[in-house]
Nanobody, 116 residues
């Protein structure tokens, strides 16, 4: 059974930083793609950032120049470094991965709250 487990969410003041981590556990040969999505109350889930196994990244316009996504292929881990956080970044953040032989997987989500 393959699972994605997120960590690192919490409460932070505007302008602060948080680092989210997501580890894929189980029998994994390779991960082709990993991403972070988020869903704020009353809104649809949206893509925040993504990264391919080869290191190609993509960011939502709203987080460009503030968030950085990275992937450790050896550790089956994706990291989202979030800087200059704004109240509008408040949401549940979900890890997503496309794993060889297992398909698409979602994590359970971690809450990020940006508030003074």
């Amino acid at each position: 059974q393959v699972q994605l487990v997120e960590s690192g969410g919490g409460l932070v003041q505007p302008g602060g930083s948080l680092t989210l981590s997501c580890v894929a556990s189980g029998t994994i040969r390779s991960i082709n793609f990993m991403a972070w999505h988020r869903q704020a109350p009353g809104k649809q889930r949206e893509l925040v950032a993504s990264i391919t196994r080869g290191g190609i990244t993509n960011y939502a316009d709203s987080v460009k120049d503030r968030f950085t996504i990275s992937m450790d292929n050896a550790k089956n881990t994706v990291i989202l470094q979030m800087n200059s956080l704004k109240p509008e970044d408040t949401a549940v953040y979900y890890c997503y991965a496309i794993i060889v032989s297992h398909g698409a997987k979602w994590g359970q989500g971690t809450q990020v709250t940006v508030s003074s």
